[in-house]
């Protein structure tokens, strides 16, 4: 019954390596975001896309891109990633005016 | 960018214990959110509170959105070992986007 389904749960990448983690929903909800947490933190927004509007956050490197090819569907990509991006990502949808839904996270490990 | 202050940061307590958690915000905030997120597991929504004064419970939770807008508390009733985790409020402003200020998190222990 998982309704925002995030693969894999753990990923494994080297330093420098592309690599693209992917999210999933049935809830049909319109507004979907990327959030980065690293240990005993909150987590941190990176993007949303409301529809197909992206907003990046003004923080968030240049590394980082998403693509949302349709509604159900959100990938992150982490054009190069560095030790320094080893962490929790989180997917979460939301209707618009509504409490945000949450993956259950791949956890990205850089060597 | 804006932070919730969220207290305490964590409490060790005894089985059967009642737990009380808060977070205040110098900015107003038209929903409070509570999730609880366990290890290697996303958060999830606990309780979600929509009106000024606003008190609602999920079986032993029980949340109260502060009549100011900036503050809301999480009290946990005859605390069990499944209780463990931290704990997150957010804010939401409602508006396009639906952009939510994290606390920083209370990290919950119980002891049988």
């Known amino acids: 019954d998982a309704m925002v389904i995030q693969n894999p749960r753990y990923q494994v990448t080297q330093f420098g390596k592309p690599v693209t983690l992917s999210c999933s929903q049935t809830l049909n909800h319109n507004v979907m975001y990327w959030y980065q947490q690293k240990s005993s933190q909150a987590p941190k927004l990176l993007f949303h896309y409301y529809d197909k509007d992206f907003n990046n956050e003004a923080d968030t490197p240049d590394n980082f891109q998403s693509r949302r090819p349709n509604t159900s569907f959100c990938f992150l990509d982490i054009r190069s990633p560095g030790l320094g991006d080893a962490a929790m990502y989180l997917c979460?949808?939301?209707?618009?005016?509504?409490?945000?839904?949450f993956g259950n996270g791949t956890r990205l490990t850089v060597t | 960018g804006q932070q919730l202050n969220q207290s305490p940061q964590s409490m060790f307590i005894q089985e059967g214990e009642d737990v009380s958690m808060n977070c205040t915000s110098s900015?107003?905030?038209?929903?409070w959110l509570w999730y609880k997120q366990e290890p290697g597991e996303g958060p999830v929504l606990l309780i979600a509170?929509?009106?000024?004064?606003e008190l609602t419970s999920n079986g032993r939770l029980t949340a109260q959105f502060g009549i100011t807008r900036k503050d809301s508390f999480l009290n946990i009733s005859a605390s069990i070992p499944s209780d463990v985790g931290i704990y997150f409020c957010a804010g939401q402003l409602g508006s396009a986007g639906n952009m939510l200020t994290f606390g920083g998190g209370t990290r919950l222990m119980v002891k049988p």
């Open positions: 509170l929509y009106k000024a004064g």
């Open positions: 979460a949808t939301s209707r618009s005016g509504s409490p945000l839904h």
């Open positions: 900015s107003i905030f038209n929903t």
